[in-house]
């Protein structure tokens, strides 16, 4: 299947799918704590960019990531292009892409998904959020193109210098059930 095709035949359909060099993956249902979390750094992002040219998507808007040939959907997505902008169906400059974790998809996260990410000039932060565990793994590029993690353990504010805001831990984990429960 073609990036093309993919796009027009994802449109009709009812679950949302992924794709990665010819390859359709279907996105996983994601449970409770995985939805509140997201939208918990989502809301977070959007108060903070409210009046301002960025935007903050949730999953069901497409990222482009033409490098890896790929289409993807992160929990969130924040971007200030101008050129993001002017497509209502998929973003390709995104400033922070944010992912929250299920046991399932983990490892595609913190791996060939988060290689894919890197090949986009525009990225600078990749936030993993862990409901189990209550941390945070954050990714940011440096001047010098390298990736640096910044750890945060439970109970730590997130500190997003892409978007100049910092997300306490009461905000981040409200309403997040624990883990097994």
């Known amino acids: ?6 796009l027009a ?22 449970g409770e704590a995985h939805v509140t979390a997201a939208l918990n750094v989502a809301m977070a ?9 960025c935007r903050t998507f949730i999953p069901d808007m497409k990222l482009r990531v033409e490098a890896a040939d ?3 959907s992160p929990d969130v997505m924040v971007t200030f292009s101008a050129a993001d902008a002017a497509d209502p169906m998929v973003k ?11 046991p399932a998809t983990a490892a595609h996260d913190r791996g060939d ?19 189990d565990s209550r941390r945070c793994d954050l990714y940011r590029k440096g001047d010098d193109g390298l990736w640096v993690l910044h750890p945060f353990e439970p109970g730590q ?10 997300i306490g831990a009461d905000s981040l984990w409200a309403d997040v059930p624990a883990a097994g429960a």
């Open 45 to 53: 992002l959007r108060q903070h960019l409210a009046g301002t040219p």
């Open 92 to 102: 390709r400059e995104p400033v922070l892409l944010v992912e929250v974790l299920s």
């Open 157 to 166: 504010a997130v500190t997003l210098a892409s978007v100049a805001v910092e």
């Open 70 to 72: 790929a289409y993807f």
């Open 113 to 131: 998904k988060f290689a894919a990410y890197r090949k986009l000039a525009s990225l600078r932060e990749l936030l993993l959020v862990d409901t």
């Open 9 to 30: 035949w994802d449109a009709t359909q009812v679950q949302r799918h992924e794709f990665v060099g010819g390859d359709v993956f279907p996105m996983a249902g994601a």
């Open 1 to 6: 299947m073609t990036a093309q095709n993919f």
